[in-house]
């Protein structure tokens, strides 16, 4: 049976089912973002410590952009914009606006075979560089072998937006350097100055990328919606039903810790366009992430 705990005082939600093979924590106050997370007895997300939230962005949810906005100014329907820059050392506005807001609880519901959390964030006010009101929906469903993560967007406002969107996980392995990621690409995106993208290459076919003691901070164009990363004791298939996909992959300064990051758009796509949307007024933008786990 599956159990879902919300400590109040520190607004965070544990998951645990009775087996203890399943474990997951939720943190209400940061964008109601998974911080921990086990799967059949693995350890798939931990914490990051000393690592702080505020440097990792860590499991956030990147809307609405992913990624970085080059000096935080973008041009929408002929409008200047100009949003907050909150990563001052290479003066970018940095993955979106929600990964720092708190989440309500809508629903919760448990059974021997999983847990379901529901969790909602609305926007009232119209901010600085984005002003637009809309409501997120999180919907976490955990089970043995499985994680998944429905997010929908919906625009409550009366004009559309500008959008892309994301996923910030950190995984974690017994042996990064023994690890490896298979995914499907042929481009590449070009990482200039301040992490921006300044274009796209060409490059040879992937299948499988081989860590090793590789310093990445890589973003690369998929020809599927599938990417796998491989560790020595367990396989993790992470899968989106987006239609545009890329993986941003990054080894934090923390060892045996890799962040594999899903996201439908990539560094300043409020200016390149490459992969931005536009989220009408009324309409609603859904997308699912899922990991299923594999021991080795």
Excluded at 82 to 109: S, V
Excluded at 225 to 242: A, E, G, Q, R, W
Aim: aromatic letters at 12%; charged letters at 20%; proline letters at 4%.
């Amino acid at each position: 049976m599956y159990k879902i705990n919300h400590n109040k005082d520190l607004n965070i939600l544990e998951i645990e089912n009775s087996d203890k093979k399943v474990y997951g924590k939720i943190h209400l106050n940061n964008g109601g973002s998974l911080q921990e997370l086990t799967l059949n007895g693995h350890a798939i997300i931990q914490d990051l410590s000393p690592l702080t939230y505020n440097i990792t962005y860590a499991s956030s949810i990147l809307f609405p952009f992913a990624n970085r906005i080059k000096d935080g100014a973008y041009t929408f329907n002929g409008e200047d914009f100009q949003f907050e820059i909150n990563q001052k050392e290479e003066n970018n506005a940095l993955h979106g606006l929600i990964y720092n807001k708190t989440f309500q609880i809508t629903d919760t519901q448990t059974s021997e075979e999983s847990a379901t959390i529901i969790l909602k964030y609305k926007e009232y006010e119209k901010s600085i560089g984005f002003p637009y009101r809309y409501s997120i929906q999180l919907k976490y469903t955990f089970s043995k072998n499985n994680l998944s993560l429905s997010v929908s967007v919906k625009n409550t406002d009366s004009k559309g937006f500008p959008f892309t969107i994301g996923w910030h996980p950190y995984f974690t392995s017994d042996d990064l350097f023994g690890s490896s990621m298979s995914f499907d690409s042929q481009q590449k995106l070009i990482i200039g100055e301040r992490n921006i993208t300044t274009g796209i290459k060409d490059i040879e076919p992937i299948e499988t990328l081989q860590i090793k003691n590789k310093q990445l901070d890589d973003c690369w164009i998929l020809n599927s919606n599938t990417v796998k990363f491989n560790t020595p004791k367990y396989n993790l298939i992470i899968d989106t039903s987006s239609k545009n996909n890329y993986l941003q992959a990054y080894t934090p300064p923390k060892p045996n810790t890799i962040a594999i990051e899903p996201t439908t758009g990539v560094s300043d796509s409020f200016n390149n366009k490459i992969g931005l949307e536009v989220l009408n007024a009324n309409e609603t933008y859904s997308v699912t992430w899922n990991l299923k786990i594999n021991n080795n």
